[in-house]
């Protein structure tokens, strides 16, 4: 039988086109990305929409280990040692289902936000669930409309089954742009997705104005507001839409305990909708199946550390301030962000770049839109962020 030589390097960067391949994406900071077969251009970099693009390093082999790892969003100081204390406390029982033991996180997340427990439904992680919500709204074709840019997990799934994105560009505040998206619904939209705080941007959106569009629009469509970094926020809660579902409004709201309580490997996460939109996902799917029994405990107990939080809140402020006046002093013109990352432009190809700063062992994003290339770095430890600028200084400055 004959062989063919297939060099390493050039399997892996095709690999990356198919939704297989795309599992290695999170270690070079694609963790956010579907496992989808991704658009690319001639240059290997990820197409998302006309307006928006992100570049991808050339694939390092061997993988080597980054000193600074902030490419993914990832909370550096979790899981809180109360949730680290329940998992390790319920690890013997992972030979069981967790099923009586997640009925008790719903009844427990329900009381939280104020809903019943029948407006709640888990998942691994709230990517998991935007990936079924688009999934089941759109097995028959559809729209879907959208900022951009935008957290690309619900609208490339929607993509890969049928679906066309309708994209409306933030507006120069890098608000969302909701008259717009309001006069781009048609009779073909099934969805319309925000994510507030927007990722990539970390900008937010004015919560009275996002208030009356869930509100109004939901009439028409199902609006899906991501709210992931909400909690980064000292009063996340009064901004959140999930009173809307009380009010009987046809919205879903996104959270999870990847970001503010640091538990993204451990991958647990909700949405809130009304009954027959659950009802609607949990005919075709089981959201709360993917997450184990420890896992379930930890987030039960993530919950009540509360001075774990407030950590996790007041170290990724100091920073992100850090990281503000480090570049206002370098010349960068940053977005101010409402997150555990920021974004600011850079003159630099966006695939140099990356190169570069992954040399140095700093693993960042890089975008293109608005026109210009954008780096978007995630909070770390401050020794990480020190690293970090100290990067920018070999790579830019």
């Not at 989808?36 to 080597?64: C, H, I, M, W």
């Amino acid at each position: 039988m004959g062989t063919t030589n297939i060099n390493r390097r050039d399997w892996i960067r095709k690999s990356m086109l198919t939704a297989g391949g795309a599992m290695a994406l999170p270690y070079f900071g694609i963790a956010e990305t579907p496992r989808t077969p991704l658009q690319l251009d001639v240059r290997g970099n990820a197409v998302y929409s006309p307006f928006f693009k992100e570049f991808l390093p050339d694939t390092p082999v061997p993988l080597a280990p980054l000193t600074a790892k902030l490419n993914a969003n990832e909370n550096p100081y979790g899981p809180s040692p109360m949730a680290l204390e329940a998992f390790k406390n319920s690890a013997a029982g992972g030979n069981r289902y967790a099923w009586k033991e997640l009925f008790q996180l719903v009844d427990k997340i329900a009381d939280f936000e104020g809903v019943e427990s029948k407006n709640i439904m888990m998942g691994p992680g709230s990517s998991d669930l935007l990936e079924k919500t688009a999934m089941v709204f759109f097995m028959n074709g559809g729209n879907v409309v959208s900022a951009d840019p935008a957290y690309m997990s619900l609208i490339q799934v929607a993509k890969s089954v049928g679906a066309t994105w309708k994209p409306v560009p933030l507006k120069d505040d890098w608000s969302h742009d909701l008259k717009a998206m309001e006069e781009a619904i048609d009779d073909e939209t099934k969805l319309v997705y925000i994510c507030n705080p927007n990722n990539p941007t970390g900008t937010m959106t004015d919560h009275q104005e996002l208030v009356d569009f869930c509100s109004r629009v939901s009439e028409k469509v199902p609006v899906f507001v991501d709210e992931a970094y909400l909690w980064f926020l000292d009063e996340g809660a009064k901004k959140s839409m999930v009173s809307l579902v009380n009010e009987g409004k046809d919205v879903i709201i996104a959270r999870t305990f990847s970001k503010i309580h640091g538990m993204a490997g451990l991958r647990v996460g909700y949405i809130v909708a009304q009954e027959a939109t659950l009802n609607r996902l949990q005919n075709i799917t089981r959201g709360g199946m993917g997450i184990s029994l420890p896992s379930v405990y930890a987030a039960m107990a993530a919950m009540d550390d509360a001075a774990f939080i407030e950590k996790s809140r007041t170290l990724n402020a100091e920073c992100r301030e850090y990281v503000y006046k480090s570049l206002a002093a370098k010349g960068f013109d940053y977005v101010p962000s409402h997150t555990s990352f920021l974004i600011f432009p850079i003159e630099m190809e966006g695939k140099e770049f990356l190169n570069k700063m992954t040399e140095l062992k700093v693993g960042v994003r890089a975008f293109q839109f608005m026109d210009k290339n954008w780096c978007r770095v995630s909070m770390g430890t401050m020794d990480e962020m020190k690293m970090f600028t100290a990067a920018i200084d070999k790579v830019l400055v």
